[in-house]
């Protein structure tokens, strides 16, 4: 039986990407009884109307646990947050991971550029153990998007490459060209893995801009903090159109 998309629940790991894109459709906070009344959590969360969509928007929130008070970000509070939303909500049609990530200029990657990603990988997962190896690599795939791509040719596509670093060694460059990653973030592998631990029919799909060149010559960090900014207000231009599209179609139709 085929199903419309009515109910949208995106991801997003810092407050800062997600801040003008929750104000620009005017989302309402929910209060902390939304992940359940016997749970004390971090996250933070977002409920409202876009065209026939009801669409709700979790983020990571602030670490109180290493007294940081920085974004949760990384793959244990990505997983963990996206698990907990699905089983809040209990009906999701769509998950969408959306953020920011490098990119590699080797597949064409600009600043600015946004990427729908197609399937996703780790690189920081090395495990020599037969079988460990592939569950290290733990690829996984997005759903189609041919539709979305020819609608909006602006949009890129390619492969996500997850780690819990925002810098990356000679072993991740290794990986990450073996997984022929386009873009690499912290978190979309985890997030995906969520959604078939919570049901193997749970679609997932990435939105992601590129805030800094992997394969590039200037330092990781200081190129995606001079790029945050201007990415989160890209996040908030293609959200909508994302949304625009997916919703009220079929998952076989995107």
């Known amino acids: 039986m085929t ?13 800062a990407e997600a801040g003008p894109f929750v104000k620009h459709l005017d989302l309402a906070p929910l209060d902390s009884s939304f992940w359940g009344d016997d749970v004390t959590l971090p996250f933070v969360s977002f409920q409202g109307d876009y065209q026939d969509c009801k669409v709700t928007v979790v983020t990571s929130g602030k670490d109180a646990i290493y007294e940081t008070g920085v974004d949760n970000i990384g793959t244990v509070s990505a997983a963990m947050m996206t698990f907990l939303a699905l089983r809040a909500l209990k009906s999701v049609d769509l998950v969408l991971n959306a953020g920011t990530c490098g990119g590699f200029k080797r597949k064409g990657a600009a600043i600015g550029d946004v990427f729908v990603t197609s399937s996703v990988a780790n690189h920081d997962r090395r495990i020599a153990i037969p079988g460990f190896t592939e569950f290290g690599v733990g690829k996984l795939e997005a759903v189609a998007t041919p539709n979305l791509l020819k609608a909006f040719t602006h949009f890129k596509g390619g492969i996500c490459t997850t780690s819990n670093s925002l810098d990356h060694t000679k072993e991740c460059d290794e990986l990450m060209l073996a997984n022929d990653a386009s873009v690499k973030d ?8 969520a959604c078939k631990l919570y049901s193997t029919n749970t679609p997932y799909l990435g939105i992601k801009v590129v805030t800094d060149i992997v394969d590039g010559d200037q330092p990781t960090h200081e190129e995606f903090m001079k790029n945050l ?7 908030q231009t293609a959200l909508p159109q994302v949304l625009g599209h997916v919703c009220g179609r079929e998952i076989s139709d995107l």
């Open 186 to 193: 912290m978190e979309a592998a985890s997030i995906a893995w």
């Open 229 to 235: 900014g201007t990415a989160a207000q890209s996040l």
């Open 3 to 15: 199903k419309e998309i009515k109910n949208v629940l995106i991801i997003v790991a810092m407050e």
